[in-house]
């Protein structure tokens, strides 16, 4: 079955610096879109970046956009998000999600419903 699981995530100052990586296995992973998502307590499930199968593109949110970085490592199986100049807004857990049927505009890629598969979670938390 497909897993994803994400790398644990800690507590970082503001300011500071995380890499997040999400492993899958289960499916034939440089078919599929990436992306990572955010929850916060009391607040619905939020977009952040996402990126295209082959690498070549990538959507972030604007909240995150020139701080936060997504990338794949096709070979390993991995996607990655880094993390810099975070800030206390930041705090939440982070899920990665995979989505079939191809790469589509922001609003459709940003969607959480396009995206299949979801990792289980990890909590980052920015302390001011």
């Known amino acids: 079955q497909v897993q994803l699981v994400e790398s644990r995530g800690g507590l970082v100052q503001a300011g500071g610096s995380l890499r997040l990586s999400c492993a899958a296995s289960?499916?034939?992973?440089?078919?599929?879109?990436m992306g990572w998502f955010r929850q916060a307590p009391g607040k619905e499930r939020e977009f952040v970046a996402c990126?295209?199968?082959?690498?070549?593109?990538?959507y972030s949110a604007d909240s995150v956009e020139g701080r936060f970085t997504i990338s794949r490592d096709n070979a390993k199986y991995t996607v990655y998000l880094q993390m810099n100049s975070l800030k206390p807004d930041d705090t939440a857990v982070y899920y990665c999600?995979?989505?079939?049927?191809?790469?589509?505009?922001?609003?459709?890629?940003?969607?959480?419903?396009?995206?299949?598969?979801w990792g289980q979670g990890t909590q980052v938390t920015v302390s001011s």
């Open positions: 999600a995979a989505a079939s049927g191809g790469w589509r505009t922001i609003a459709t890629m940003s969607t959480p419903q396009k995206y299949s598969y």
């Open positions: 990126i295209r199968w082959s690498g070549g593109s990538t």
């Open positions: 289960g499916l034939t992973f440089s078919t599929y879109t």
